[in-house]
Nanobody, 123 residues
C-alpha cells in the first residue's frame, strides 16, 4: 500500500523559507515521478515542481529561482525547499507520485497523493 506523508508546512512571513518533506512508503522500485502541487481556496490544483524518475526537475514559472525540489532515495523522501516566500504562495501543498507520468505537470496523471500540508505566507 502506497502512502505519502507531507510535513513542514506552517505560517511564515514574506521572504522567509520553508522546507516541505514527503515521506513515501510502498513504492516499489525507483522509477517514479514525484510532484508537488498546491491548491489555494477557490482555485484549481496547480503544478509547482516535479522530479522525474531520471532526476530531471521542472518548475512552474512563478517559483523558478525560489523553490528547489530534491529527493533522497535512501530515505524515500522528496523535499521542496521554498525560499523568498510570497503571500501568493499560500496554499495547501500536496505531494504526488506516479510511475513515469506522461504529463508530469498534470495532477490527473498522478496515482498517489498525500494528505497535504498548509503553507501560509503573511505580508
Amino acid at each position: 500500500q502506497v502512502q505519502l506523508v507531507e510535513s513542514g508546512g506552517g505560517l511564515v512571513q514574506a521572504g522567509d523559507s520553508l522546507r516541505l518533506s514527503c515521506a513515501a512508503s510502498g513504492l516499489t522500485g525507483s522509477n517514479y515521478d514525484m510532484g508537488w502541487f498546491r491548491q489555494a481556496p477557490g482555485k484549481e490544483r496547480e503544478f509547482v515542481a516535479a522530479i522525474r524518475w531520471n532526476s530531471n526537475t521542472y518548475y512552474v514559472d512563478s517559483v523558478k529561482g525560489r523553490f528547489a525540489i530534491s529527493r533522497d532515495n535512501a530515505k524515500n523522501t522528496v523535499y521542496l525547499q521554498m525560499n523568498s516566500l510570497k503571500p501568493d504562495d499560500t496554499a495547501v501543498y500536496y505531494c504526488a507520485a506516479d510511475k513515469r507520468a506522461s504529463y508530469y505537470w498534470r495532477h490527473l496523471e498522478y496515482d498517489y497523493w498525500g494528505q497535504g500540508t498548509q503553507v501560509t505566507v503573511s505580508s
